[in-house]
């Protein structure tokens, strides 16, 4: 069993708990701390949408296509569906000359009430573009029209079916997850995820050594290396492209810029780089709650960065408020969460 | 630690875990099954409306005012703010001569989402009536209605601050909690509840040993019992008012009527009865999730009603589809939940 990390408070009892487990490496795979098991393969979902972006870069089809820092954190992203978003998604397909009907990622309504009650009352209905994967998703459309294009192929007829894990694009993206992690992903488990594309059981050490690389180029490939650097920069100078209004990745990236690179994945997983320590993080809440896995990475982030940051304690300390608005309890590290960092502080 | 219950898979593997604790007690408080720490207190949240609704019957407060099945089994929902459930408690507060304003549970949008996007569309706002406990707090304002009038006070004047735990109709149903459970609450840990009334940290055994007087009427007083036989009647004859549309509680009751009552409590706890067998039970998601909660309630109730029903299976084996409708998995009861109800199928 992973040790307990986050708690939850309700009038000063512990009413919930979430176990978990998390890695910090370096870029050569040295261990700075591990809690709970680091080897068991975990999805890390959305949580390695920067290692999926590798190829976007490393391909030249960013270039090629004249991708702004926006459109490059939007291909980051697991966006709320705002429309600054859905609009940055649609002008990476258009130049493509193509539109929302090429993306395979599903329809999905904005995550964020407000922009999804407004789309409501003013009768409209929700659109690939409003997926939180579309940017990912504009992005490898991106490369498979490159792909065509090199190929003196029908870029429309190449893209279609992108999803497959046996599509020209989805090799690329596999063999980026293998090249970083230093797994080979054809061999790991399996599944579908969310936005239909295939995605890999990894162990933590690994997912949190890719990001390690990521922060530090050792060990990747010269084009990987300048890729992870690029997409870095780009969410750093675009972070509201990366989730939206009132999202832990979005807030946390626009007070830390490139010192904290940082990326949550669906059922409970996080993915992080670090830069000027080297490190690079992975960390999986065993029963997938988003919550605890935000809490995690902010108590961490608070540890690593010595920082008291407001934003990060906000988090860490997630205060609970029912439907009258009245505190009710919080969230907060438990004690071998905070112990494991005890020393960094 | 407790057992995992309850594993998600996705693609074959296993994702996510949920740990957690449950007993199956009856009503002499002999332990029929048990998993996890059944003596650790557990906040039942509305897990224990039916509990909390005793004194709406016990009082008199339900005939004095007329109430009917589906307005009693309003008084034991957590609603999803569907019209039906709106209409039914502002047609009880009506009659009290009271408004949607006497309600002091907190405005919150109806939980189904359907019903949510109708409302956006027509320009209206959520009010206390759509609150998924507006039924039990117009529960509430009947019996302060029915004390202001014994007392010769004027209602609504009374009425006013029921939510708080000195207030005499919410000392009523600390009394009837500490009766039903055999712990006197005021001596337990407190906190307050997303409804804004006081909540109580309970152990599995009490709470499921308090469930399985109420389905035998066995060491309740005569109208405590009285109230409990009526209440699980009026929520068998009118399931839809305890939940909603596409609900477990209501589709699970819809199925077995008075053989089962159940009851979903936020943070992952499930209360339920067994009348037949003379069996209370009681358990606790560890993360507080809901959907691992009512696929163990869903599991055990196949258990012990020796039951092949598919809605039931529809919850244990719950199928988890992404945006494009294709199935990437679902859950299932884990080993030590499978083995402890072996016996029982």
């Known amino acids: 069993m992973n040790p307990v990390l986050i708690e939850v408070l309700r009038g000063g009892a512990v009413e919930s708990?979430?176990?978990?487990?998390?890695?910090?490496?370096?870029?050569?795979?040295?261990?700075?701390?591990?809690?709970?098991?680091?080897?068991?393969?975990?999805?890390?979902?959305?949580?390695?949408?920067?290692?999926?972006?590798?190829?976007?870069?490393?391909?030249?089809?960013?270039?090629?296509?004249g991708l702004s820092d926006a459109e490059l954190a939007l291909a980051c992203a697991?966006?709320?569906?705002?429309?600054?978003?859905?609009?940055?998604?649609?002008?990476?397909?258009?130049?493509?000359?193509?539109?929302?009907?090429?993306?395979?990622c599903g329809t999905q309504w904005p995550s964020r009430e407000p922009v999804l009650r407004s789309m409501v009352a003013r009768g409209e209905l929700a659109t690939?573009?409003?997926?939180?994967?579309?940017?990912?998703?504009?992005?490898?459309?991106?490369?498979?029209?490159?792909?065509?294009?090199?190929?003196?192929?029908?870029?429309a007829a190449f893209v279609r079916g992108?999803?497959?894990?046996?599509?020209?694009?989805m090799r690329e993206?596999?063999?980026?997850?293998?090249?970083?992690?230093?797994?080979?992903?054809?061999r790991a488990p399996r599944g579908t995820d969310g936005c239909s594309i295939p995605t890999f059981a990894l162990p933590l050490r690994s997912l949190a050594l890719a990001f390690a690389r990521c922060g530090t180029g050792l060990g990747l490939s010269?084009?990987?290396?300048r890729a992870a650097r690029r997409l870095r920069q780009a969410v750093a100078a675009a972070p509201f492209m990366v989730g939206g209004t009132d999202r832990f990745d979005t807030r946390v990236m626009q007070t830390f810029?490139?010192?904290?690179?940082?990326?949550?994945?669906?059922?409970?997983?996080?993915?992080?780089?670090?830069?000027?320590?080297?490190?690079?993080?992975?960390?999986?809440?065993?029963?997938?709650?988003?919550?605890?896995?935000?809490?995690t990475m902010a108590t961490v982030a608070q540890a690593l960065l010595r920082s008291g940051d407001e934003v990060l304690r906000s988090y860490s300390h997630?205060?609970?408020?029912?439907?009258?608005?009245?505190?009710?309890?919080?969230l907060r590290p438990a004690p071998d969460l905070v112990r494991a960092f005890a020393s960094s502080q």
């Open 17 to 65: 708990r979430h176990a978990g487990a998390l890695a910090v490496v370096d870029a050569s795979g040295g261990v700075h701390t591990a809690l709970g098991d680091i080897d068991r393969p975990v999805f890390p979902r959305s949580a390695v949408k920067l290692l999926q972006a590798l190829p976007l870069v490393a391909s030249g089809a960013a270039d090629a296509y």
């Open 78 to 104: 697991s966006h709320s569906g705002e429309p600054e978003h859905v609009t940055t998604a649609a002008g990476v397909l258009a130049r493509l000359g193509l539109t929302a009907d090429a993306l395979e």
């Open 128 to 155: 690939p573009l409003h997926n939180n994967c579309s940017g990912k998703h504009s992005g490898f459309v991106c490369v498979a029209c490159l792909m065509a294009r090199s190929g003196g192929t029908e870029p």
């Open 162 to 169: 992108y999803v497959a894990a046996e599509h020209p694009v």
């Open 173 to 186: 993206v596999s063999a980026a997850l293998s090249a970083a992690t230093g797994v080979d992903v054809e």
């Open 222 to 225: 010269e084009g990987h290396a």
């Open 257 to 295: 810029g490139e010192r904290l690179f940082c990326k949550i994945g669906a059922e409970g997983v996080y993915c992080a780089v670090l830069p000027e320590l080297g490190l690079g993080l992975a960390l999986k809440i065993d029963d997938g709650a988003a919550r605890a896995a935000e809490a």
């Open 318 to 330: 997630l205060a609970l408020r029912n439907w009258r608005g009245i505190d009710v309890g919080s």
